[in-house]
């Protein structure tokens, strides 16, 4: 019998768009973003119970990260040692967590940026806190456990935590085109705005906020826009204005010096080293002249940088001037998403509480489902035993009577007797009635004889009133809801007292730094490009007392003022802008600034045709000439933007620029084609055009050639080319037509 092929025919893009999706979705819920349940990452989880699991807890020895990492690894999270020692690294600095999750030993980094020792260095172990808010009732069946990758090992498909992790110590992620960024906050303000909610669940955010007053940064900090803060948190989105702490210090002589103690959050890491930088630049680009000297003393204890003012310096002014152009004061953005029910949520503050309170419900329903199960079984066993000291004659008789276990054991539970020697009949009858069950009976054959003692007797009965009394009081938790929400209000209380700190962070409505800026006393200056766009900047004394070396060594000077722009015209067609101010002024023997590093000019890309002062270029027409001979003139205010790179012309594909210039009366151009034809034009036939146009063709070019050079000749200018060994003389060609041949040289 012939197979017959099915074909199921898919359309490509549908194919590709579900695999795409199904890729999404597992970064998102299986790696980026954390559970709002216990505002952990599934890496942040899989280390947490390992580290758990191998009983590296807060009162037992530490064990190497390695060994912490290669475990996680090979059981739980598949996808490499490196994100695994980062998560550990990270839940173990307290200058990024609010609550760290765990207590390293080594070098675990810094708040400068520093790395972490490897992984063979470094040792770990579980916080106090970890250990009780966070992995406790493991097993008391309260999380459901689900396969590992490979489906060898099981892992819980969320931890118990019994405090809003994701608040207290906040999430950053990135998935497929979502992003999460929540900042960490004060775990006793936490704590109470749980209660309330448990008290009172139609609170609003404004009636929340009275309890969790805002983010706490361990860095400390200013929050400088609480007005935002409703809104940020009612949305779960928007942008939270921190500052940096600024302390100004008396010195001797009269000076002052600022100490910065605190800093935004979002300046950890390599952020302070950066800061300094622009510190430095505010100074080398002659923004402020009030700073001396700049340093970093921070240590473990603390940060401390301070700066140092020269005598009269305004200090306030630079406070100001530093929030406004440096990190000083940075803005933290907030999205406030999580996987809620399987499905990624952006939440405010309330929703989130929400569904941690519903965890915790969910949590000590089955915990104490759990423990009730467990006391009715000891009840049953208690029940057994005390019924057993009183019939222990008749029991030791069965025993002794009984040829095996099985034998005794259908004696005790459904009471044969058949097989058993008695004494006498009324054993007999009276074992026939015993009916214990199951598990009493099991546990009157494992009893040893010491506890017939009466100590242990009247022990037994005090243990079995304990269990009943147990038994009444986790019934009444699962049955009253009241009852259950006191048991999580105490235990939270029972937390914040041993795990709440100060707040640190301070939260206020501070007014826009505003810099009072010194008015720039305006001079004539000489800028000096060289031939490597290196540009520096004297003043006109400096530069008349060096001009011979000046001119020989630059390949541009331009006379302006030090307030003025340069225009950077490319033979891309584009112009870039470039303050005077931001070059160096100084010596004449100074290096000077590339001019990349100043404007978005790329020396490696384009090449400068005409660099000219923006003042002096606002009276004038400019003139541009492409390789396929496209001509236009532009006048120059066109010229005067904010912008600091715009489009000086409109260039067909493939072409560039050869000549930019300034035009001046009675000027000619000539134009030099690759097949060596000349054509000599009056710069008056060209016509003008906005920045934004083509142009009109300057020669008529045949198939294949292009233009190689434009000359643009002054009244007086001489310029000769060599041309197959002869010189042709620029301004002594025949002045033609515009849109015409040439002549062949």
Same mark, same amino acid.
């Given at each position: ?8 025919h898919m359309?490509?893009s549908?194919?590709?768009e ?6 999404a /979705?597992s970064?998102i819920? *299986? ?5 709002v349940?216990?505002g ?5 989880? !899989?280390?947490?119970?390992d ?6 807890r807060?009162?037992?020895?530490f064990?190497k990260? *390695? =060994?912490?990492v ?9 996808h490499?040692?490196?994100s ?5 690294v990270?839940m ?6 609010? @609550?760290?999750?765990v207590?390293?030993?080594?070098n ?8 972490a020792?490897?992984?063979r ?8 806190v970890t250990?009780e ?6 097993d008391?069946?309260?999380?459901d456990f689900?396969p590992?990758f ?8 969320v931890?118990?935590v019994k405090?809003?992790n994701l ?5 950053e ?7 999460t960024?929540i900042?960490p906050?004060n775990?006793?303000e936490?704590?109470d705005?749980?209660i309330?909610y448990?008290? $009172?669940p139609?609170i609003?955010?404004?009636q929340?906020m009275?309890?969790v +007053?805002?983010p706490d940064f361990?860095t400390?900090g200013?929050v400088?826009n ?7 948190y009612?949305?779960?989105t928007?942008?939270? #204005?921190?500052?940096?702490k600024?302390e100004i210090? #008396?010195v ?13 959050y ?10 300094? $930088?622009?510190?430095?630049g ?5 923004k ?5 000297d ?5 240590? +473990?204890?603390?940060?401390?940088i301070?700066?140092?003012?020269k005598?009269g310096?305004?200090?306030?002014n630079l ?5 406004k152009k440096?990190?000083l004061e940075?803005?933290f953005?907030?999205n ?6 399987? !499905? ?16 915790q419900?969910?949590?000590?329903? =089955?915990k ?5 199960a467990?006391?009715r079984?000891?009840?049953?066993i ?5 019924k057993a000291?009183?019939?222990?004659d008749?029991?030791?008789e069965?025993?002794r009577?009984? +040829?095996?276990m099985k ?9 044969v007797t058949e097989?058993i020697r008695? +004494?006498?009949?009324?054993a007999? %009858?009276?074992?026939?009635?015993l009916k214990?069950?199951e598990?009493q009976?099991t ?5 040893r004889?010491y ?11 005090n243990?079995?009133?304990k269990t009943m009394?147990?038994?009444q009081?986790?019934s009444d ?6 009852s259950?929400?006191?048991?999580i209000?105490?235990?939270l209380?029972?937390?914040k007292?041993?795990?709440a700190?100060?707040r640190?962070t ?5 007014a826009e730094?505003?810099?009072v800026e010194?008015?720039i006393e305006?001079?004539d ?8 766009s ?6 006109m004394?400096?530069?008349e ?7 020989a060594?630059s390949?541009e000077i331009?006379?302006?003022?030090n307030t003025?722009?340069l225009?950077?015209f490319?033979n891309?067609?584009q ?7 931001d070059?160096p ?8 600034q ?6 978005n000019?790329?020396?490696?890309k384009?090449?400068?045709l005409?660099i000219?002062s @923006? ?6 027409k ?14 120059g205010?066109?010229f005067?933007?904010?912008?600091r790179t715009?489009?000086a012309?409109?260039?067909?594909e ?9 035009l ?10 690759? %097949? ?10 060209i016509p ?6 083509i ?5 008529r ?6 233009l190689q050079?434009?000359f643009? /000749?002054?009244a007086?200018?001489?310029?000769t080319?060599k ?9 002594r060609?025949?002045i033609g037509?515009r ?5 062949k040289?």
């Amino acid at each position: 019998m012939a197979v017959q092929e099915k074909l199921i025919h898919m359309e490509y893009s549908e194919i590709m768009e579900k695999s795409y999706i199904d890729y999404a /979705m597992s970064v998102i819920i *299986a790696r980026a973003l954390p559970d709002v349940r216990d505002g952990l990452k599934p890496v942040q989880r !899989r280390t947490l119970y390992d580290m758990h699991e191998l009983g590296i807890r807060y009162d037992k020895p530490f064990r190497k990260s *390695a =060994r912490i990492v290669g475990d996680t690894m090979g059981k739980y999270h598949p996808h490499g040692d490196i994100s695994i020692y980062e998560s550990l690294v990270v839940m173990s600095q307290d200058f990024k967590k609010g @609550l760290p999750l765990v207590e390293g030993h080594g070098n675990f980094g810094s708040i400068e940026g520093d790395g972490a020792a490897a992984m063979r260095y470094t040792e770990a172990r579980l916080h106090k806190v970890t250990q009780e808010c966070y992995l406790a009732d493991l097993d008391k069946d309260v999380v459901d456990f689900i396969p590992n990758f490979d489906e060898t090992e099981k892992e819980p498909e969320v931890l118990p935590v019994k405090v809003p992790n994701l608040l207290i110590n906040g999430a950053e992620g990135i998935a497929v085109g979502m992003v999460t960024s929540i900042p960490p906050h004060n775990f006793g303000e936490v704590i109470d705005g749980v209660i309330a909610y448990m008290k $009172n669940p139609d609170i609003n955010t404004q009636q929340m906020m009275e309890y969790v +007053k805002g983010p706490d940064f361990p860095t400390g900090g200013i929050v400088v826009n609480k007005d935002d803060l409703h809104a940020i948190y009612a949305t779960g989105t928007g942008k939270i #204005k921190v500052r940096g702490k600024v302390e100004i210090e #008396k010195v001797k002589g009269g000076k002052e010096r600022l100490i910065i103690t605190e800093i935004p959050y979002t300046m950890i890491g390599a952020n302070i080293g950066k800061f300094l $930088n622009d510190v430095c630049g505010l100074v080398e680009t002659k923004k402020t002249t009030d700073i001396v000297d700049i340093s970093n003393q921070s240590s +473990k204890e603390g940060i401390r940088i301070v700066i140092d003012l020269k005598n009269g310096a305004n200090a306030e002014n630079l406070c100001n001037l530093l929030y406004k152009k440096t990190r000083l004061e940075d803005t933290f953005g907030v999205n406030m998403l999580a996987v809620a029910d399987g !499905r990624p949520e952006t939440m405010g503050i309330v929703p989130i509480i929400r569904h941690h309170v519903n965890f915790q419900y969910e949590l000590a329903t =089955r915990k104490y489902t759990t423990l009730l199960a467990k006391e009715r079984q000891k009840k049953e066993i208690q029940e057994g035993l005390i019924k057993a000291c009183d019939v222990i004659d008749l029991i030791i008789e069965i025993l002794r009577g009984s +040829k095996d276990m099985k034998m005794a054991k259908a004696c005790l539970v459904e009471g044969v007797t058949e097989g058993i020697r008695f +004494k006498s009949q009324q054993a007999k %009858k009276d074992a026939a009635k015993l009916k214990f069950t199951e598990r009493q009976a099991t546990a009157i054959l494992e009893m040893r004889l010491y506890k017939l003692i009466g100590l242990e007797i009247q022990a037994l009965m005090n243990d079995y009133e304990k269990t009943m009394k147990n038994i009444q009081e986790y019934s009444d938790i699962l049955e009253n809801r009241g009852s259950m929400a006191k048991v999580i209000m105490k235990e939270l209380q029972t937390f914040k007292k041993e795990y709440a700190r100060e707040r640190r962070t301070v939260i206020d409505n501070v007014a826009e730094a505003v810099v009072v800026e010194k008015p720039i006393e305006e001079v004539d200056v000489a800028v000096m490009i060289d031939r490597f766009s290196y540009g520096r900047v004297v003043d006109m004394v400096t530069y008349e007392r060096n001009k011979e070396a000046a001119e020989a060594e630059s390949r541009e000077i331009i006379f302006c003022k030090n307030t003025d722009k340069l225009a950077l015209f490319t033979n891309k067609g584009q112009m870039h802008l470039i303050k005077v101010l931001d070059l160096p002024f100084g010596k004449f023997r100074d290096k000077g600034q590339p001019l990349d590093n100043v404007s978005n000019f790329d020396t490696t890309k384009e090449e400068i045709l005409l660099i000219a002062s @923006l003042t002096h270029l606002r009276d004038k027409k400019v003139v541009f000439a492409t390789k396929t001979s496209m001509l236009k003139v532009v006048d120059g205010k066109e010229f005067d933007v904010a912008k600091r790179t715009t489009a000086a012309t409109k260039l067909a594909e493939e072409d560039e620029l050869l000549l930019v210039g300034i035009l001046q009366e009675q000027d000619t151009l000539v134009m030099q084609s690759q %097949k060596e034809m000349f054509l000599r034009i009056d710069a008056a036939t060209i016509p003008e055009k906005k920045k934004g146009a083509i142009g009109v063709r300057g020669m008529r070019l045949a198939d294949t050639d292009l233009l190689q050079a434009v000359f643009l /000749m002054h009244a007086g200018d001489s310029e000769t080319v060599k041309v197959k060994g002869k010189d042709v003389v620029l301004n002594r060609l025949h002045i033609g037509n515009r849109d015409t041949k040439g002549v062949k040289k």
